[in-house]
């Protein structure tokens, strides 16, 4: 069936970085532009970053610009989001999700992955 | 980019119709016709209920309806079910592969 699932969270110090990775299967993982959204303990989604099919276009919520890097390699049907410079803000459930593309939602979303910034 | 304004909670006895409110500016909601909906149970994954609006994907119940006017969205839940309890988020694209969630809704059925 048509699954994200997300892995690489955990615990981290101010400053330092991880990366997460989230693995696609049952559809064409080509074919999707693709987006990660985090959900900071008991608060709201918050969008953070996009990257299109071919990765050719990336963007970046402000609160992440120049220090997460997301990516995707189509032959291994995965996403990934590299985040340095990690803050205590930072800490969230970090979810990989499918952009529907004409219509701009996010269809299907993995289980989240767990980050936690901390000393 | 702020966040789309919703009110933190809605309630409603079972058979009654909810809506939920979702206030954005002319930059986001007021300039696409791009607003979905994610309903969200604890410890759960979001889940799409309404896309392109009013539009809800295969699989989800025609009790949920969406509409807009304006810079304002609005979620409408008919004939309210016990499962409908859970947290509620929209969602609207704001141009150049950005998008803004709003603060979500809890909703409680009584």
């Known amino acids: 069936q048509v699954q994200l699932v997300e892995s690489g969270g955990g615990l981290v110090k101010p400053g330092g970085s991880l990366r997460l990775s989230c693995a696609a299967s049952g559809f064409t993982f080509s074919d999707y532009y693709m987006s990660w959204i985090r959900q900071a303990p008991g608060k709201g989604l918050e969008w953070v970053s996009y990257i299109s099919s071919s990765s050719s276009y990336t963007n970046y919520a402000d609160s992440v610009k120049g220090r997460f890097t997301i990516s995707r390699d189509n032959a291994k049907n995965s996403l990934y989001l590299q985040m340095n410079s990690l803050r205590a803000e930072d800490t969230a459930v970090y979810y990989c999700a499918r952009v529907i593309g004409s219509s701009n939602a996010f269809d299907i979303w993995g289980q989240g992955t767990m980050v936690t910034v901390s000393s | 980019q702020s966040a789309l304004t919703q009110p933190a909670s809605v309630s409603g006895s079972p058979g009654q119709s909810i809506t939920i409110s979702c206030t954005g500016t002319?930059?986001?909601?007021?300039?696409?016709?791009?607003v979905s909906w994610y309903q969200q149970h604890p410890g759960k994954a979001p889940k799409l209920m309404i896309y392109?609006?009013?539009k809800r994907p295969s699989g989800v119940s025609n009790r949920f309806s969406g509409s807009k006017s304006g810079n304002t969205a609005s979620l409408t839940i008919s004939g309210l079910q016990a499962e409908d309890e859970a947290d509620y988020y929209c969602c609207s694209y704001a141009g150049r592969s950005r998008w803004v969630f709003g603060g979500g809704t809890k909703l409680t059925v009584l």
């Open positions: 392109e609006v009013s």
């Open positions: 002319s930059s986001d909601v007021g300039s696409y016709n791009l």
